[in-house]
């Protein structure tokens, strides 16, 4: 099936100006202006005229709860799953799920069928092994195996400086780091360890001392929660400058926003390809809140409206940089040829408009 979306400013997420784009099926066959004075207008099935409307690829969220976060205050505060709809209205087109404290009655093998019924949706979708707990949960009993044998397993989750983890020592850590890195050459897949890092007194202070203490290498860990307060962005700044990646959460409202913390890191000069955004989406808080997964863009078009961040640097925490990071890149993260055709489209005040996801329109404003 072929479908034509004609005259769009492209950020793929670098501004290339306006162009046109051919989808073939799942994928982006070309992107280059006027396609259609080559291409016969019979032969393409589907033709949408979006002018004045800017194309980016798909949102891709790194840390979201399918099957729901909470229940640290008993069952009933357990969260349900969450739906499709919700994702693909914040214009999300790839997700990795996580387990979060629960990782007892909330199992991996339900996360795993959870991440396979949305992918059958049209949503693509990734899992982390693992949750607070040390040693991790996994599906194989190994993350090396899981790694090699689960086909949604991208990672491990840990979680540190949190009352409510296994409160482990370097060595656990060391070990559960060591089989994501095997796992991943293996698979070749990323590998990563996906890293929580609650409000607790040593921040980032163990992490530094496996890194310090080993051959592991720094940009295979994800730190994530990084702007929940002033002390520990303030040291996520230092590893992301010693090449390590951090991972900002969308909606904050405790610490520091995404806004404020991206703006003070272009402010620093920092380089910024190791910086990525997750939403959190469906977790549970103490306070009875359950985070929102359209957070994630609303913070992004907060970063161009409200801080003028230029779009491309805006969306390259939620496109291109986790992209490279999970191994994705380039059949997510970019609108190129070959690529997947996830593509978000917004009108020129950066409202969504539709979305894409591997060709198929998954939202559509009416």
């Known amino acids: 099936m072929l479908t034509l979306l004609k005259n769009l400013e492209c950020y793929c997420p670098e501004y290339i100006g306006k162009n046109d784009i051919l989808v073939c099926g799942s994928k982006i066959y070309k992107i280059e202006p006027k396609i259609n004075n080559h291409i016969d207008e019979g032969s393409i099935d589907k033709i949408y005229d979006l002018s004045g409307c800017f194309a980016f690829p798909g949102l891709i969220d790194q840390h979201m709860h399918f099957i729901g976060g909470g229940g640290e205050q008993g069952f009933a505060s357990r969260i349900p799953e969450i739906e499709v709809g919700e994702i693909y209205k914040s ?10 404290a629960d990782g007892v009655s909330k199992t991996l093998e339900s996360l795993y069928a959870r991440a396979k019924g949305l992918q059958l949706q049209g949503l693509t979708t990734y899992i982390y092994a693992g949750s607070y707990s040390m040693p991790p949960v996994t599906i194989t009993g190994d993350v090396t195996r899981d790694l090699v044998f689960i086909d949604k397993v991208i990672g491990v989750k840990t979680a540190l400086s949190d009352y409510r983890s296994s409160n482990a020592k370097e060595d656990m850590l060391i070990k559960i780091a060591a089989k994501a890195l095997l796992g991943g050459m293996i698979s070749g897949k990323a590998g990563v360890v996906h890293t929580h890092i609650g409000d607790g007194k040593k921040g980032l202070s163990m992490l530094l001392g496996v890194l310090e203490n080993t051959d592991l290498p720094i940009n295979q ?22 090449g390590g990646n ?121």
């Open 91 to 100: 214009g999300i087109s790839t997700a990795i799920g996580v387990l979060g």
């Open 221 to 242: 860990f994800v730190v994530t929660h990084t702007n929940r307060n002033n002390n520990l962005f303030l040291q996520a700044k230092k590893f992301l400058k010693s």
């Open 246 to 366: 951090i991972d900002l959460t969308a909606g904050e409202i405790e610490g520091i926003s995404v806004p404020d913390a991206l703006t003070g890191l272009l402010k620093d000069g920092v380089d910024i390809n190791n910086v990525t955004i997750s939403s959190d989406g469906n977790a549970g808080f103490p306070n009875g809140r359950t985070s929102c997964v359209g957070a994630l863009y609303e913070d992004i078009k907060s970063c161009i409206v409200n801080k003028g961040i230029h779009p491309e640097i805006s969306f390259c925490p939620v496109t291109k940089n986790v992209a490279k990071i999970l191994k994705l890149y380039p059949r997510k993260g970019t609108l190129k040829q070959g690529s997947d055709a996830d593509i978000l489209i917004t009108d020129s005040s950066f409202n969504i408009v539709k979305l894409f996801c591997m060709g198929n329109i998954s939202f559509e404003r009416i």
